[in-house]
């Protein structure tokens, strides 16, 4: 059963701006870290940028300054608004949701990607 689902994924120009949704309202526990990654062509999975459930965040330093993630803990969504494209920023780029319940148990959870393609 799909946990997450990304959205808004596509093709754009090298400058344009894109944004990304995750809707994690199918988890029934409270959600403490929300974040990005991707997977460019050929390449290793990375990271992009994470959030506390309070809302402290991290970037990659690849994206600083141009990406900006946030989240709306009410409804579960996570969201990534990517400004100044580059053509490198091209990949695969993937939600994740961690759970840590009060026995101990960890959960984290992953989306199955949307694509994001920039064109020089």
């Known amino acids: 059963q799909v946990q997450l689902v990304e959205s808004g994924g596509g093709l754009v120009q090298a400058g344009g701006s894109l944004r990304l949704s995750c809707d994690a309202s199918r988890i029934i526990f409270e959600i403490n870290n929300m974040g990005w990654y991707r997977q460019p062509p050929g390449k290793q999975r990375e990271l992009v940028a994470t959030i506390t459930r309070p809302g402290s965040t991290n970037y990659a330093d690849s994206v600083r300054g141009r990406f900006t993630i946030s989240r709306d803990n009410a409804e579960n969504r996570v969201y990534l608004q990517m400004n100044s494209l580059k053509p490198e920023d091209t990949a695969v780029y993937y939600c994740?949701?961690?759970?840590?319940?009060?026995?101990?148990?960890?959960?984290?959870?992953w989306g199955q990607g949307t694509q994001v393609t920039v064109s020089s």
């Open positions: 994740t949701a961690a759970v840590d319940r009060w026995n101990g148990a960890h959960y984290e959870y």
